[in-house]
């Protein structure tokens, strides 16, 4: 492994905040969206241009982008299901479209009621939308390695998702783990029939820790060369439409992990963990994430904090 730098986005404020029931203030979206800004992130999914009817929690789309203190450091991304999405989209003057589909059929029918190929044909008139209006694309693929209702889904299948989407000039392609089915064999097959078959497209992996093996996929993903990750603060997430789905893999846990090995993000991990466990009081449950409550592996303490064993 010779990687130096990898560039982590944080999906928190549209996967995380979306699972939870008690609908949040957008004053309160927005604050988090800067300081995971100030902290460094490069890139944030900050919410979605679906119905409101659909995901009530992901309304304030509009009024968050018209309000977060933008950097040019920072690529504000937003997922977007069809043609009125995008226009909103590019009325928001977002920075990047996400559009997303699932790789088995029947999960899509679940997840956006369509099968594969509507989605597909769906995606062309955003992408015509976007690129009159130069608007990059972004596309992922969920239940990548994975589905709860067909099993294994095939590496040729997401190698022929990927060449639609380089053909209608996406800048490139997200493997998801909706359903935390990804092991690191499943992980290795995927990105290599990829690679294989649709040359010179980026790819970017996002995990959930459902079976507990979240980083350990991540450290298949670097060994194999991959250098963009998606994450959320304090692991939250899931998926309302994969049964037993977990979240995702914690921010604070992947660069902590990247820190450690020597791997450059450009992101601060304490204001990281201080973001997560602002979350968590906004939110009012408790967080998954680990190291936003072990802190450093170097973090020392006093003698005097600590009680002494009593007794031989």
């Not at 594969?116 to 972004?138: C, T």
């Not at 791997?263 to 680990?290: F, M, N, R, Y």
């Amino acid at each position: 492994m010779n990687i130096k730098e990898v560039k982590v986005t944080e999906v928190g404020p549209r996967d995380g905040f979306q699972s939870e029931k008690t609908i949040l203030k957008t004053e309160d979206k927005i604050d988090i969206i800067n300081n995971l800004i100030e902290a460094g992130f490069p890139r944030i999914e900050v919410s979605s241009f679906v119905s409101p009817k659909a995901i009530p929690q992901l309304a304030d789309a509009e009024s968050i982008l018209s309000k977060v203190n933008r950097s040019s450091k920072t690529t504000l991304a937003a997922l977007v299901p069809n043609s009125r999405g995008a226009l909103r989209a590019v009325e928001a003057k977002l920075d990047q479209i996400v559009v997303f589909l699932s790789a088995s059929e029947s999960h899509n029918k679940k997840n956006v009621n369509r099968s594969v190929d509507e989605s597909l044909q769906g995606f062309r008139d955003i992408a015509e939308i976007a690129g009159k209006n130069n608007i990059p694309i972004q596309g992922d693929i969920a239940t990548a390695f994975g589905c709860p209702f067909e099993g294994n889904i095939s590496s040729k299948k997401l190698a022929n998702i990927s060449k639609e989407y380089k053909q209608m000039g996406f800048k490139g392609v997200t493997l998801g783990d909706t359903t935390g089915m990804a092991t690191p064999v499943v992980v290795k097959d995927a990105i290599n029939a990829i690679r294989d078959n649709v040359p010179d497209f980026n790819i970017t992996l996002h995990f959930h820790n459902t079976r507990g093996v979240g980083l350990a996929n991540v450290m298949t993903g670097l060994n194999e060369g991959i250098t963009d990750y998606e994450s959320c603060f304090g692991g939250m997430g899931g998926c309302p439409f994969a049964p037993n789905a977990t979240g995702n893999i914690c921010s604070e846990d992947l660069i902590y992990l990247l820190h450690e090995m020597g791997i450059e993000t450009g992101i601060d991990l304490d204001k990281t963990i201080a973001i997560a466990k602002k979350v968590e009081s906004l939110v009012g449950h408790k967080l998954p994430g680990q190291v936003m409550r072990a802190g450093h592996r170097l973090l020392s303490y006093s003698m005097d904090e600590v009680p002494t064993a009593v007794g031989a």
